[in-house]
């Protein structure tokens, strides 16, 4: 507390820091020390680069500006110096130019000399580098006047005939030197760069040149070397996918430059590397520009090599773009049954249309659709016939890619290459190929298998196009007949193919792997696999329609039961029906009940396989599985199946107006037919008529409407010779009241089928084929108007001018004594009918007489038919199998089949003595007595599909006690026989037959 004058004096700790303190910031000091050094060093180091950077760019600066000094008055005969001078005292377009026009003068005398001289080897250094700057220049400004000057000396340095001339020794060794510089150094690309500076549309005195210096490089190169292929590459990639390449070349260039365009050995070049390099709009011009200097007129003139390497080139081209994208958008087709009227008789998957058409001009969209013209199609057609077999998957693609062109390309296949065609496909091509073996999707998928792909889909094209015209008589031809029209297949070989056909469709259908399907690439096609399953059920289910007309195949030959397992099917396919066709949201319920049918075999496989070759599967099953969909589609809307419902719509029927009365009352239920109805019919005196309908009477009542509405004479009508329906094709019919009466047919005949009653009517096999959304063919013509018909077929087979017939696109209409003329295509009063197009001379008539005569009809028809019966149940059948669906079998009762299967009620059993006598008259009875027998019980005189053992309720006999004056009684609602006991065979021989032809409706109950 004292101060002593020290208190300044330093104070010192004796004990000292501890050593780690010490230590850490000996080390720190040290480390920062060492930083400060390597600091300074890198800043004088680079202080150091800096001088040394500067005073280097100071002296290239100064040297430049000499040697550019040195050029601009530098003596033109030392070339080598001088050119040294352009090289490294810097390049502008100005100098090049002057470079350029220099060693173009006295015939490029100051070009060539040094290559004769002791510098040769520094100048060809120089000279590649000059040259390179060259084509540099004119990419960048190729209507320059300085490219102008360029295009002189590289036209002549690129060219080794020219160099040849100008230098015998060396001349081509100079200009391979330049080229190999040049063409490592994208050359190429630089040239295509300088054809996009210039619109097409301009007339540009660089056009020539530069269309001549493109192809120069080639005449370094040897077809069919490395080099040449590479550059080929290059070329196609680069300058043959310009747009509008033909329009940038001056006419009085055009005809060298086509013959400069290294279109040789194309067998060199990696085609699929190249297209798959492209984009898809770059893929569509390099068709056009190929199309356009390769025309068809000169396929002849070049090697089999190149035109079958350039035909393979068009292939991967067209078959790489997507399907429909080169043709007009058009609006999405509907998938209802009303769209019956379709001019495209086939439609095969493809995408929206347009795609890539939208981005092109009009005159590349005519050159690349030029592919599918007339003169094309003809050379493809001539190669196919003899051999080449690469058109095969050509044409398949192309049908792909327009496939609104798929019929006249296919048809021009037909009429030109004909039986011979065929014949060489299936023979030389496809019998001894593995496709199609064994169902197997392993055989399908194998890589080794490519070549033999397209040859099967052209055929399976062709041949069903041909099916299109070819009559029963032709398609049947035997060796009796020998000058006869002939199918160019046997029918051995028909079944042959026809079971190739149903192996690879079968598994694309029952493959679980719906997506691989779609978006798979086909081996030798790079075309998906939907087409190919769409292709093959088209021509399967043409067989099969000549197979069910008149059957020609073996027995079960179209079942593949064997690869299914028929019980679980059945049930997978119905649930599968139901996942589809029963969704909580109504709005999806009604999208999956317009789902076509490609769409549907993606979601679902069994149903895919019922929908698009049901005959892979037995009638009898089909039938069990439509029973099953309609029974589920019942207990959907709480409908009792057995009609017990208590709620039912009560409709009162005049006896002596069944039809009209029919219509006023139920034709605007629409789709509320599918619920209980109860008729009460009203005699010709007023009074109701007995019976209580418990579905007796509505089969009465539908199969006394049916022969009111069906008959002819009612004018909605028409009879074919055969005596079958079909809709009046008069403009009566198509008066809006009568499409009312067509709707209300439709859903009576959808009810029908709906609660399983079968309706004794039958329709045409054409109008039974719109049902199926399936086209009409030839031979259906011959049942509606057999003159037309033979006058068809001998136009066919004319050997004569076509010309000389007269006939044009066009038919003349007689409706109700005024005679309409109608084009079958626009304009088609004034198109002659040829040898090239009367094939599709043929199949339009017969479009229009079979399908758009009626079509109106027809979609009013299906309209109210849709409105009961979901479309896809109806996919499950043929024609045939869809009238015996809703007529039944029109074969004779089986009595021993009833017999066995009907349930006895009261006294009676199968040995009773009355019902042993029954059993005896029943049995003597003749076809017509037993079909008037089984009207008078169960309202129907045919019997069910499958047999008694489907009668639902089984066939029933009561006993109806001893009165023998008594006839018998019927309650057809329970297909119940009320039956007295007779003592005396007589006696009830004589009551049953006055009871069943007695026509007294439902007052003998």
Known sequence: MFGFGNEGRKRMNLGGVSSAASHTAILDQAKARREERQSAKRQLDSAIMLQTWWRATSARAIVRRDLQAAFDAGSHADSVHWTRCLVFGGVSDERLAKWSTVMSQDNFALLIQPFAGPQRDSWLVLVRRVSMMLVQSVSRAPESQHSAAHFPVLNVLLSAPEMQKLLPDVGQTVSKSVTDYMCARAFVALIAAAFTRIPPTRKSPSLGPLALLSTRPFSSYAPGSQEYATLQSQYLQNVMTLPLLPNRIPIASLGTFSASLPLTSL??????????????????????????????????????ATLAAYLSLLNLLVASLPAASLEPPTASKPTSSGDVDSDDEYTAPAEVGGTLLRLLDNKTSARVNGLVGPAHLSALLKLASNGVSVVHGLLANACALWPASRSRILGAAVAQGGAPLVKGLWRDWVRGSPIGL??????????????????????????????????????FVTLATPNAPRNPLTLDEVSALTKKALNVAFVLYWHEDQAGVKDGLVPGLSMRWEGVRADATHFLQSIHARDSRRPFMPPDYWLLTSQIDVTSFIEAAVLEDIQLTAPDDETQRQYTGALSKRQIAFVSPRLGVLHNIPFALPFEIRVA?????????????????????????????????????????????????KGTLSITFVDQFGREEAGIDGGGVFKEFLTALSKEVFNADRGLWMTTSQHELYPSSTSYATEPHHLNWYRFIGRILGKALYQGILVEVAFASFFLAKWLEKQSFLDDLASLDRELYNGLIFLKHYQGNPEDLSLNFSVNEDDLGVTRTINLIPNGVNIPVTRENRLQYIHLVCHHRLTRQIRKQSVAFFEGLSEIIDQKWLRMFNQQELQILVAGVNAEVDVDDLRQHTNYGGVYDDNEETITAFWKVVKSFDASQRRQLLRFV?????????????????????DAGNDELRLPTASTCVNLLKLPRYKSEHILRQKLLQAISSNAGFDLS
Request: hydrophobic share 40%; charged share 20%.
């Open 267 to 304: 067998e060199s070049v990696d085609a699929v590397a190249l297209v798959n390099s492209l984009e898809p709009l770059a893929r569509v011009h390099l068709l056009a520009n190929l199309a356009t200097f390769v025309p068809a007129s000169t396929y002849p003139s070049r090697s089999p």
């Open 438 to 475: 064994e169902p197997d999707p392993r055989l399908l998928t194998d890589p080794a298998h490519a070549p033999h792909w397209p040859s099967f889909l052209f055929l399976l094209q062709i041949y069903a196009q041909m099916l299109l015209t070819m009559g029963d008589e032709e398609f």
């Open 625 to 673: 599985i439509f029973r099953h969909f309609v029974r589920n589609d019942m207990m959907r809307l709480g409908i009792d199946p057995h009609g017990m419902s208590h709620r039912r719509h009560k409709t009162v029927i005049r006896r002596d107006r069944i039809a009209e009365d029919g219509f006023d009352q139920l034709n605007d239920l629409g789709p509320a037919l």
């Open 938 to 958: 169960t309202s129907c005189s045919r019997p069910p599909l499958l047999g008694f053992k489907e009668l639902v309720p089984l066939f029933s006999i009561r």
